[in-house]
């Protein structure tokens, strides 16, 4: 029996999302169709007939009150959205030869797109802060284990900001 | 001197930016937009959805278009008053560009 979905897992970091709309594309032209999205990192395929679609993907939160017009304008524009990964959009169109169409035309927008995406990040700085002083403070063995997983987890956390950041001034050199 | 200064935070308007508020002149809704700058440029410019979501935010916050018609998921704006004055301002701009640019073409 030939299938006709398949799983894949591959992980991609936020700053390299232009890698990962690369990736999506080489799977079209092979006739494997990103369906939708479970988890981060786990992506659903469908096989059909090798297509050239563009990928590209946005950082829009869902939970904006004009999430609906958000989505209205990229329908109209012929942009297929297939679904959303926390923040990040996912949507596709189908390109002629040699066309590379974007949903952001200019490097100004496109760095709002990532000034978004560091937003997001410190807003959640405060509360990784109070929850690493909670456990470091605890006598128990186990929860100073956990504390290093997190300390651990945390320069990784500075680090993906340091890329986004170097990824913005990139672009503004561009300007 | 105030008077005219508080529109020139907003020039120059960039290529983009100067398009869709020229089609903004009369109620349109997005994807009429990205359209009528495609036409209005003769396909110099193109604005892709996500680049004219966040146009229409900025420009609505700056109050240089508003929101007038909701049909469905799709919103219409308009000019504000002050967004035909900005227009305006750099209408007058490009004419004192284009002018001296007329000027020295035959010697380049």
Not at chain 1, 162 to 174: A, F, N, P, V
Request: aromatic share 14%; with cysteine.
């Amino acid at each position: 029996m030939d299938r006709t979905t398949c799983k894949k897992f591959k992980w991609f970091w936020a700053w390299n999302d232009h890698k990962e709309e690369e990736w999506l594309q080489q799977m079209s032209q092979g006739g494997w169709h990103l369906k939708s999205l479970a988890l981060p990192g786990v992506y659903e395929f469908e096989k059909g007939e090798p297509r050239r679609y563009v990928y590209r993907l946005d950082f829009v939160t869902s939970a904006n009150k004009d999430y609906q017009a958000y989505l209205q304008l990229f329908a109209d524009a012929g942009w297929q959205h297939i679904g959303v990964l926390g923040s990040w959009q996912y949507f596709r169109i189908e390109a002629s030869e040699g066309e590379q169409p974007e949903i952001y035309t200019d490097n100004s927008s496109k760095i709002q797109k990532y000034q978004r995406l560091m937003t997001y990040l410190v807003i959640f700085l405060p509360i990784y802060f109070i929850f690493m002083s909670n456990i470091t403070n605890s006598e128990h063995e186990l929860m100073r284990a956990i504390g290093v997983v997190f300390a651990a987890f945390m320069v990784f956390y500075a680090y993906a900001m340091l890329r986004i950041l170097m990824r913005i001034s990139q672009l503004k050199k561009q300007l | 001197m105030a008077k005219i200064d508080s529109y020139q935070k907003y020039l120059p308007l960039t290529e983009a930016t100067y398009y869709i508020l020229l089609s903004l002149v009369e109620p349109m809704h997005g994807y009429g937009v990205m359209q009528n700058v495609d036409t209005l440029s003769e396909g110099t410019v193109k604005v892709g959805p996500g680049t004219l979501y966040g146009a229409f935010s900025t420009l609505e916050q700056e109050k240089l278009i508003v929101m007038v018609k909701q049909e469905e998921r799709r919103k219409s704006y308009q000019l504000t008053e002050k967004g035909r004055q900005v227009l305006r301002r750099q209408i007058e701009r490009l004419d004192v560009m284009n002018k001296i640019g007329q000027q020295i073409a035959p010697l380049l």
